[in-house]
T-cell receptor, first 113, second 111 residues
Framework: NAGVTQTPKFRILKIGQSMTLQCTQD?????MYWYRQDPGMGLKLIYY???????DKGEVPNGYNVSRSTTEDFPLRLELAAPSQTSVYFC????????????FGPGTRLLVL | LAKTTQPISMDSYEGQEVNITCSHN???????ITWYQQFPSQGPRFIIQ???TKVTNEVASLFIPADRKSSTLSLPRVSLSDTAVYYC????????????FGQGTELSVKP
C-alpha cells in the first residue's frame, strides 16, 4: 500500500512550456485534491474531485486543468507555465469529504524560469 | 467556510507541554476540527480530529470547549522532532473539497 504517489519530484520549466503533474492513490478513495504551497505559506486548493468524471475548482484554479478518468489517478495540467506557478504541489486523497482525514503525497517542486 | 486564526509561531523546549490554540468563531454545526502537522519538504500529516469536548490519541490531545469557537492542540513532552508547522482546519465531511488551510503555526522545539 503506497498511499499517494506523485511524479516528478522536481521539475524546471521554461516560461510558456506545459507539463502534467501525476498523482495516483491506491486506497480507493473517492476524493482527490491538488494544492500548491508557496514558500512560508499555507496550502491553497487548486482543484478537487469527488469521484471519477467529476471535478471542481478550488481557491486558485487559473492556469491549471485537471481530469479524473479513474478513481486512482488525478493529473494536474499546467498550460503556458508562468513564474507565478513556481511552487510545491501536493496531491491528497480522502475517502469522503475534505473534512475527513486527507492523505498527502510527497509533493512536486516546480520551478518556472 | 469557517476561517481559522492561530499564532504564526511558537517556541518551546524539549520535554515541555505545548498548547496551540486555534480560533474558529464561525464554525458550523456540522463542522469537525482537524489538525495537521507538516515537516519541511513533506506533505501535511493528519494528527487528530474532534467535534466537541476532548479527544486523545497516541500523539496529541484536542480540547474543544462547549461553544466550539476555539480548540487547543496539546502536545505532551515535545522533542526536537516535533519541530514543524501545525495547521488547524475546520470542515464538514459533506462540503466536498473546499477546506481551507491557513498559514499554520510554526513550532520550534529547542534543546
Amino acid at each position: 500500500n503506497a498511499g499517494v504517489t506523485q511524479t516528478p519530484k522536481f521539475r524546471i520549466l521554461k516560461i510558456g512550456q506545459s507539463m502534467t503533474l501525476q498523482c495516483t492513490q491506491d486506497m480507493n478513495h473517492n476524493y482527490m485534491y491538488w494544492y500548491r504551497q508557496d514558500p512560508g505559506m499555507g496550502l491553497k486548493l487548486i482543484y478537487y474531485s469527488v469521484g471519477a468524471g467529476i471535478t471542481d475548482k478550488g481557491e486558485v484554479p487559473n492556469g491549471y486543468n485537471v481530469s479524473r478518468s479513474t478513481t486512482e489517478d488525478f493529473p494536474l495540467r499546467l498550460e503556458l507555465a508562468a513564474p507565478s506557478q513556481t511552487s510545491v504541489y501536493f496531491c491528497a486523497s480522502s475517502q469522503q469529504g475534505a473534512g475527513e482525514t486527507q492523505y498527502f503525497g510527497p509533493g512536486t517542486r516546480l520551478l518556472v524560469l | 467556510l469557517a476561517k481559522t486564526t492561530q499564532p504564526i509561531s511558537m517556541d518551546s523546549y524539549e520535554g515541555q507541554e505545548v498548547n496551540i490554540t486555534c480560533s474558529h468563531n464561525n464554525i458550523a454545526t456540522n463542522d469537525y476540527i482537524t489538525w495537521y502537522q507538516q515537516f519541511p519538504s513533506q506533505g501535511p500529516r493528519f494528527i487528530i480530529q474532534g467535534y466537541k469536548t476532548k479527544v486523545t490519541n497516541e500523539v496529541a490531545s484536542l480540547f474543544i470547549p462547549a461553544d466550539r469557537k476555539s480548540s487547543t492542540l496539546s502536545l505532551p513532552r515535545v522533542s526536537l522532532s516535533d519541530t514543524a508547522v501545525y495547521y488547524c482546519l475546520v470542515g464538514d465531511w459533506n462540503q466536498g473539497g473546499k477546506l481551507i488551510f491557513g498559514q499554520g503555526t510554526e513550532l520550534s522545539v529547542k534543546p
